[in-house]
């Protein structure tokens, strides 16, 4: 969590706030192949990368 932090107070201080929907999509995606793995839908997920 201390990266996270860290991560968010680069990002105010620096202003680079377009790098916020960047870090977001990542993570969103990452959730998604997490959440395919361990289920039956994971084959229909895979499609769409």
């Known amino acids: ?6 991560l968010l107070t680069f ?13 977001l999509v990542i993570l969103l995606i990452g959730v998604l192949l997490i959440f395919a793995e361990s289920s ?8 769409l990368f």
């Open 40 to 47: 039956a839908l994971g084959s229909f997920i895979y499609t």
């Open 1 to 6: 969590m201390e990266f996270l932090r860290d």
């Open 11 to 23: 990002i105010k201080e620096r202003k680079i706030w377009w790098l916020a929907p960047v870090i």
